[in-house]
């Protein structure tokens, strides 16, 4: 089991910049992956960063160019530095980590997800 506590969303004009973290219950270098996804109303949750255990790293497209996942182990946080906000970041960001369990299944644990609001 992993519990996962996202903080720092918040309001912010467009351009401006956030850092979203994400507290997890258990030491975060023992998960699979970790990863932020976000929805906006009305659409489906998409995927926006992603960091495997091994420190690699994978963004949305969209994305990449302004927004940069990191980790710091020691406190068990994942981080998302968001900059160059646009009125489409929008949404409610979540927290996503991935574990193995003990028979080698993959699971999926979210956390309750932190609302960025950017205005124009």
């Known amino acids: 089991q992993v519990q996962l506590v996202e903080s720092g969303g918040g309001l912010v004009q467009a351009g401006g910049s956030l850092r979203l973290s994400c507290t997890a219950s258990?030491?975060?270098?023992?998960?699979?992956?970790m990863g932020w996804y976000r929805q906006a109303p009305g659409n489906q949750r998409e995927w926006v960063a992603s960091m495997t255990s091994g420190s690699m790293t994978n963004y949305a497209n969209s994305m990449k160019d302004r927004f940069t996942i990191s980790r710091d182990n020691a406190k068990n946080t994942l981080y998302l530095q968001m900059n160059s906000l646009k009125p489409e970041d929008t949404a409610v960001y979540y927290c996503n980590a991935q574990a193995v369990s003990g028979s080698r299944d993959l699971n999926d644990y979210w956390g309750q997800g932190t609302q960025v609001t950017v205005s124009s």
């Open positions: 258990r030491s975060i270098s023992t998960l699979y992956a």
